[in-house]
């Protein structure tokens, strides 16, 4: 059981670094999309513009606010996601294709998932 205890943290800082890692990777990926593709924001429609709140820029703010407090960044990376996917079906009737919109917010589920396991370790050691 003890060991158990002892290796939570090493795990959990390593979930932490993988999930900072990504977020650099993940944030800069969407920045090159966004500068190689030449972005024209005078082209995006009103309602394109509440879908661009919550991706890519929802997920990036709670990814970089993720590197202090995890759980309030994870929860708003996941929810921005959500929302984003939720958005992009009531103004267009279907889900957005693809798997990339997910694959760019896994550090938002790995931050939760690090604040998820650091607060069981306190529960557990109180």
Same mark, same amino acid.
């Given at each position: 059981?003890?060991?158990?205890l /002892?290796?939570?943290?090493?795990? &959990?800082?390593?979930?932490?670094? =993988? ?12 920045? #090159? ?8 924001? @005078?082209?995006? /429609? ?12 929802? $997920?990036? $703010? ?13 929860i708003? &990376? ?7 996917? $939720?958005? %992009?079906?009531? @103004?267009?009737?279907?889900?957005? %294709?693809?798997? =990339?919109?997910?694959?760019? &917010?896994?550090p938002?589920?790995?931050?939760? #998932?690090?604040?998820?396991? @650091?607060?069981?370790? %306190?529960?557990?050691?109180?």
């Open positions: 059981m003890n060991y158990i /002892k290796s939570q943290p090493r795990i &959990t800082n390593m979930i932490r670094w =993988a999930a900072r890692i990504l977020s650099v990777v993940s944030i800069g990926l969407v920045l #090159l999309f966004l500068i190689g593709e030449g972005f024209d924001y @005078t082209r995006i /429609k009103p309602s394109e513009w509440i879908l661009f709140i919550f991706f890519p820029f929802g $997920i990036s $703010i709670g990814m970089i606010l993720s590197w202090w407090q995890e759980g309030i960044g994870g708003i &990376t996941v929810g921005c996601l959500a929302m984003f996917y $939720i958005v %992009h079906f009531a @103004t267009a009737g279907i889900f957005p %294709h693809g798997w =990339a919109f997910l694959v760019f &917010t896994i938002g589920f790995l931050f939760l #998932l690090c604040w998820y396991r @650091t607060r069981k370790v %306190h529960n557990v050691a109180a």
